[in-house]
């Protein structure tokens, strides 16, 4: 049997998030990486396999998708990872889309991070 932690990926511009879901989700379990822009997000999704991403839709600024570029690239490269969308500007029309593009999950900001714990227990992932 493979005891090795689960690793997670946090993906989000704002460092207070960033250290809120590190603290919420650790456990011996987890290994919890973050990445507070893009390229950080899309040079360690290159480098390790995930078992759960979860990542905001906006990196860079108030008209920035850069969520998506992430979302498209775990679903092309990391085919069993799950992922969970975070957003603050969500519709229906936004939905859609991260759901066409790979997400497994979609939730609207402000996202309790003891909320995403027990959903990614419910993956049997924490």
């Given at each position: 049997?493979?005891?090795?932690p689960?690793?997670?990926?946090?993906?989000?511009?704002?460092?207070?998030?960033?250290f809120?879901?590190k603290?919420?989700?650790?456990?011996?379990s987890?290994?919890?990486?973050?990445?507070?822009?893009?390229?950080?997000?899309?040079?360690?999704?290159?480098?390790?396999?995930?078992?759960?991403?979860i990542?905001d839709?906006?990196?860079?600024?108030?008209?920035?998708?850069?969520?998506?570029?992430?979302?498209q690239?775990?679903?092309?490269?990391?085919?069993?990872?799950?992922?969970?969308v975070?957003t603050?500007?969500?519709?229906?029309?936004?939905?859609?889309?991260?759901?066409?593009?790979?997400?497994?999950?979609?939730l609207?900001?402000?996202v309790?991070?003891q909320?995403?714990?027990?959903?990614?227990?419910?993956?049997?992932?924490?």
């Amino acid at each position: 049997m493979n005891n090795a932690p689960k690793r997670i990926l946090v993906v989000d511009d704002e460092e207070a998030i960033l250290f809120a879901f590190k603290k919420v989700l650790a456990a011996p379990s987890l290994d919890i990486h973050t990445a507070a822009t893009l390229g950080q997000a899309m040079d360690l999704i290159e480098r390790n396999p995930y078992d759960a991403v979860i990542a905001d839709l906006r990196l860079s600024g108030d008209t920035s998708n850069d969520g998506y570029a992430v979302i498209q690239t775990v679903a092309e490269k990391q085919k069993e990872c799950r992922i969970i969308v975070m957003t603050a500007y969500g519709d229906e029309k936004t939905k859609e889309k991260v759901f066409s593009l790979g997400a497994h999950f979609y939730l609207e900001k402000p996202v309790s991070p003891q909320k995403v714990k027990q959903l990614i227990a419910s993956m049997g992932i924490g």
